[in-house]
Nanobody
């Protein structure tokens, strides 16, 4: 399984970016897909997750109301729409797949990871 993240770049505070994550090599029919991020000098943190069934979404408090996670099951693509960006959103963003539906916020439980895409928000 390969995950290819894209869409990062430079944005101004208050701006928007949309990240994409294309999955190839295997069709997923269960589990969760999520986004994590890691800022310089900090640990990787949970951003958002969506259940494969589409019945649930979960967001970190820091992005709730500003970010929206979605997925295109037919094409195996995961998205993260990021609005009202803040400088503290600056980080490398990673997409990941967890074949189970356990704790979606726990990075250690995810089975597959993309290579990361850098988001920089200037004030």
């Amino acid at each position: 399984v390969q995950l290819q993240a894209s869409g990062g770049g430079l944005a101004q505070e208050g701006g928007s970016l949309r990240l994409s994550c294309a999955a190839s090599g295997r069709a997923f029919t269960s589990g969760t897909m999520g986004w994590f991020r890691q800022a310089p000098g900090k640990e990787r943190e949970f951003v958002a997750a969506v259940w494969w069934s589409g019945s649930n979404e979960l967001y970190a408090d820091s992005v709730k109301g500003r970010f929206t996670i979605s997925r295109d099951n037919a094409n195996n693509i995961l998205y993260l729409q990021m609005n009202s960006l803040k400088p503290e959103d600056t980080a490398v963003y990673y997409c990941a797949v967890d074949r189970s539906t356990s704790d979606a916020t726990n990075a250690a439980l995810y089975d597959y990871w993309g290579q990361g895409t850098l988001v920089t928000v200037s004030s």
